[in-house]
């Protein structure tokens, strides 16, 4: 039997080697896993759909009771995960029989008849999902406090935001109910809440993990899904499994060298790294933030790599506002097709205000702005892949957000916000779009202005818990990669992982 304290201090990898050695079984892992769930969650509200009964079915499965069913495998790839319990965001991906609904009213109800390629690829790793995790309404927030759901909490500090979107996959793996769970990335939704709550987190590349089968480029190809964890090598163990996009028929990220778990401990050599404390999308950075970037710098000199104080030129308005129109299409998409599973349009009281005004945005966009705010998105892309070439620039450190995380509640719309929302409502010319999706996301963008630009150039970025200020909270520091280089990323990662080890750091709340 294994108890909750030897189940919390190990990895997802390290509990996989124990059910295959026959040290522990799979059933036992699951149940500690159910039991702190049942204790943590209430005061967190991180898991807002529970599968404990499926989860035990699968269990037994792996124990060795034959496949009722007779079915053939998922797909024919490792299980290096076989047995460890998992989480699954209630957004994006879809999990066969089970709701999915967004935080979202509007899609309450609705249960997916079959799971998405990438959750096929979690359960062929050997993950057993115990359930849902909490996101904001239609993933379309830097906070997790929906209506439906009510705010999932930090376990670092109670009265404050994990972050979001995937900010109850973060809460849940930092509460050491899980040790990974799912998440995905528009803006920087796995390394918001990474950050937010002391994890390890990865954005892959675009094309890198599949998409679909019936979504292929959410929000335009901004979003990008994949796990929060404690180690580094969850994370590259993972990816490793769930890496192939072809079956998707998305594009595919270029191919590795070598299995990602395999640029764990290897050594990253002398890296180039390019460093700014200041916002990217936002006005301003706070002292704390700074300090962690700061901080961060000053080891990886310490490690033997180059740094200099340095960052690529490109116009953040235009390219700010090329991703506001982006993700204000993406959710009125979003928005729309629930609205025709019901055999009508989304209106306003089927969203939040603030939901609502983005999808109100999103419908307005004409074609061809639409068609610039891609071209600018790419453009960007060039004008950051440009300057690390021709600055032989590997590394691209900032922190991860402007400021910590925030309390409960703070992110809400202000008078500048509703002034933009009456006006949106009024039907504005095309013209004026661009301003008003500012002002209405002003206050996230300088929370959370540092994450986006990498969902718009497709490159890989993530957030590593290097720091913790004053309070005690963490502040994640981000590091981004050329397009395709995920490697340079894990190489660094595990470098600083064992250089300043984060896994034994522990929150309150656990």
Known sequence: ???????????????????????????????????????????????????????REQAAKLAGRPDEDGGPPLLD?????????????????????????????????????????????????GLIILGKTNTP???????????????????????????????????????????????????????????????FALKPSWGRNPQGPDTVETWGGLAQEHVLTRSVRDSAALLDVTCDAKAAGA????????????????????????????????????????AAAEDAARLCAELGHDVVEDFPTFDATATRRAFLVLVATGVAASAQRGALALGREARADDLEPGTWMLVRAGGLVPADDLEAARERCAAAGREVAAFMEERAVDVLLTPTLAHPPLAIGAPGMGPDQWTAARELEEGPSPARLPALLDALTARATEFVGNTALFNVTGQPAMSVPLFWNGEGLPIGVQFAGRYGDEASLFRLASQLEQARPWSGRRPPAS
């Open 1 to 55: 039997m294994i108890d909750a304290s030897e189940y919390e201090a190990l990895d997802g990898l390290a509990l996989a080697a124990l059910v295959r050695a026959g040290e522990v079984g799979p059933a036992e892992v699951v149940e500690t896993a159910i039991a702190l769930i049942g204790e943590r969650n209430p005061v967190l509200n991180a898991v807002v759909h529970e599968m404990s009964a499926q989860a």
């Open 77 to 125: 790839l490792p299980a290096p995960f076989g047995g460890v319990p998992f989480l699954v965001k209630d957004a994006g991906a879809a999990v066969a029989g089970e709701p999915l609904t967004g935080s979202c009213r509007l899609f309450e109800g609705f249960v997916p008849r079959r799971d998405s390629e990438l959750v096929r690829r979690f359960k062929a790793a």
């Open 137 to 199: 309404e239609l993933a379309a927030a830097a906070v997790t406090e929906s209506k439906m759901r009510g705010p999932c909490r930090n376990p670092w500090d109670l009265s404050r935001t994990p972050g979001g979107s995937s900010g109850g996959s973060a809460a849940a793996v930092a509460a050491r109910m899980v040790p990974l769970a799912h998440g995905a990335d528009g803006g920087g939704s796995l390394r918001i809440p990474g950050s937010c709550c002391g994890l």
């Open 251 to 290: 594009g595919v990220a270029p191919v590795p060298e070598r299995p990602f778990l395999d640029e764990v401990g290897r050594d990253p050599g002398r890296l180039r790294i390019a460093m700014t404390g200041r916002s990217l999308f936002g006005r301003e950075t706070h002292a704390d933030c700074r």
